[in-house]
């Protein structure tokens, strides 16, 4: 790359943030600039950078300022989730002024206020087979930082499709991993992992919990990588993924290759029958139920906690934490419908319920679905 670029040549003139400061960008990236091998070409080549992140919450919190403070040109944020108090511990992105406030608004304003020059494209919607591909085509690398397996194997399998690289991690609890994705040099996702876990048998962050710094250090490493790709920098992490586990401290990087049985992606498929999360229903079916038949033709049942119900809950459900949930104090001839907070829980009692005979779908999304999509007044937590 010549020191004619245009990117290049933006580096070298003398930038005003937000009419308060003058300064020189190469003054703003020196550090990154003296290191061996970088220089002017690789910073050029992050401001010339379109990249997606999927989510906005704990990884992505990590990922984006990361990706923003290195000099990326433009970055696409994709989540439409809202700001909760309970996302803060490990969302450090966001901030108590922000609870309520969608996620791509404020993690833009986050952006804005650390590199003006990046351009933040929001996008305020859940990425789906529908709309995947066409996001993608406008980018150069995807980051996938989102929380659930059926997420992953769509990113994942756009990505190949798109023939771009996708870089991903995962956390639970004291843990997390990280990798890349890129179907067009190396092993893939779908190589490490071909059939996903079953559903239920990995703990979520709202179940189980998570520690805030692993998340930190999970999302540190994927923007690591992702500006190795970006750059030319390194050797990109291919047919490795690497695994943190915060309580002893210790890093593995584990080894793997194409798997030589795998089935090629040639399109996009239902990512939840696939891991097998089915029989959903969808904030709207779920009103339209709810207003057209008469409370005593389905069980509507909330297996969140009592305190959870306390801050808000449908009306007419039944409350029966999942720790208790007890098929036979249900009314077998009558079909059920669950809800938790988020949907992971009651995917997993829908499971249950179903393997006792009972003709049971759970709400996607849970209650916080509900109230983004349907009652914004609804108290979210």
Not at 23 to 51: I, M, N
Not at 218 to 247: D, F, H, N, Q, R
Not at 275 to 285: K, L, N, Y
Request: aromatic share 6%.
């Amino acid at each position: 790359m010549s020191d004619t670029t245009p990117a290049l040549s933006r580096s070298r003139e003398r930038i005003r943030d937000n009419g308060q400061m003058e300064y020189r960008a190469d003054d703003r990236f020196s550090r990154q600039l003296a290191l061996p091998g970088f220089g002017a070409d690789a910073q050029a080549r992050l401001a010339a950078s379109r990249v997606l992140v999927i989510g906005a919450g704990g990884l992505g919190s990590a990922v984006i300022p990361a990706l923003a403070g290195a000099g990326v040109g433009t970055i696409g944020i994709v989540d439409d989730d809202r700001v909760e108090l309970s996302n803060l511990p490990r969302q450090l992105m966001h901030s108590t002024r922000d609870v309520g406030r969608s996620k791509t608004q404020s993690a833009s304003d986050t952006v804005e206020a650390l590199n003006p020059a990046t351009t933040v494209i929001p996008v305020g919607q859940r990425i789906t087979a529908a709309n995947a591909l066409p996001l993608l085509a406008d980018y150069d690398l995807v980051v996938d930082g989102s929380d659930n397996f059926p997420t992953r194997y769509l990113v994942d399998d756009a990505a190949t499709l798109t023939g771009i690289p996708a870089v991903w991690g995962a956390v639970s609890q004291y843990s997390g991993q990280a990798g890349l994705s890129w179907a067009e040099r190396g092993p893939t996702y779908r190589d490490l992992f071909p059939r996903p876990p079953a559903p239920g048998s990995v703990l979520s962050c709202e179940i189980g919990g998570v520690l805030p710094t692993v998340v930190a250090t999970i999302g540190s490493l994927m923007a690591t990588e992702a500006i190795k790709v970006l750059t030319g920098i390194g050797v990109p992490a291919l047919g490795t993924v690497t695994t943190y586990e915060a309580l002893s401290g210790s890093f593995r990087s584990l080894a793997y290759a194409k798997d030589p049985s795998g089935a090629a992606v040639t399109e996009l498929i239902d990512y939840d029958a696939f891991c097998g999360i089915a029989a959903s229903v969808t904030p709207a079916e779920l009103a339209a139920r709810i207003r057209d038949t008469s409370a005593t033709d389905f069980t509507l049942l909330d297996v969140r906690e009592p305190w959870e119900a306390e801050i808000a809950s449908l009306p007419g459900s039944v409350l029966m934490p999942l720790a208790s949930l007890d098929a036979t104090s249900l009314d077998a001839t009558k079909p059920v419908v669950v809800y938790c907070h988020l949907g992971i829980r009651s995917a997993n009692a829908r499971e249950f319920l179903a393997s006792q005979g009972l003709t049971v779908s759970h709400l996607a999304g849970g209650i916080d679905a509900w109230a983004r999509d349907l009652d914004p007044e609804m108290t979210r937590y």
